[in-house]
């Protein structure tokens, strides 16, 4: 695993040249805070910035799930958010940090029918605070 420094270092690079002209100072800000607290990778594809904000990917959150050795993740579709011929899904999810806490939540999407996201604004406080 890179160093926190190193890994913010490659996220900006990366991000800069991904997405060229849509980052602003605040987003890079957001960015470094990411990848400092929660290990975050552009390259692993742990992060997409979609709409002017940073999102979690389904293999993001796993990873995530993997560092914080949490003991459960609960997905469920919320249909009425969910757009088949726009092919956005939309889903539930609860993170369950021991086997006997009552989780938090959040939602996630599924955009393209390729690229799960979670909004990392509704996680990031939640789960250091749980």
């Known amino acids: 695993m890179l160093s926190k420094d190193t890994l913010t270092k490659t996220n900006r690079s990366l991000a800069r040249r ?23 990778s552009i390259a ?21 799930a993997q560092r914080t050795h949490c003991a459960g ?3 469920q579709q919320v249909r009425e958010f969910c757009d088949v011929a726009a092919r956005r ?3 539930k999810a609860a993170v369950f940090k021991s086997s ?15 690229q799960t996201c979670l909004d990392v604004t509704k996680w990031m406080k939640r789960l250091s605070s749980a």
């Open 100 to 114: 006997r806490s009552r989780g938090f939540v959040g939602s996630c999407g599924i955009l393209a029918m390729t």
């Open 44 to 64: 692993l594809g742990d992060l997409l910035f979609v709409e002017g904000k940073w999102h979690v990917t389904h293999a993001g959150l796993l990873r995530l």
């Open 73 to 75: 993740i609960c997905v």
């Open 18 to 40: 991904r997405w060229r002209g849509q980052l602003r100072d605040r987003r890079l800000e957001t960015l470094v805070s990411l990848s400092k607290q929660y290990g975050f």
């Open 89 to 91: 899904w939309v889903f």
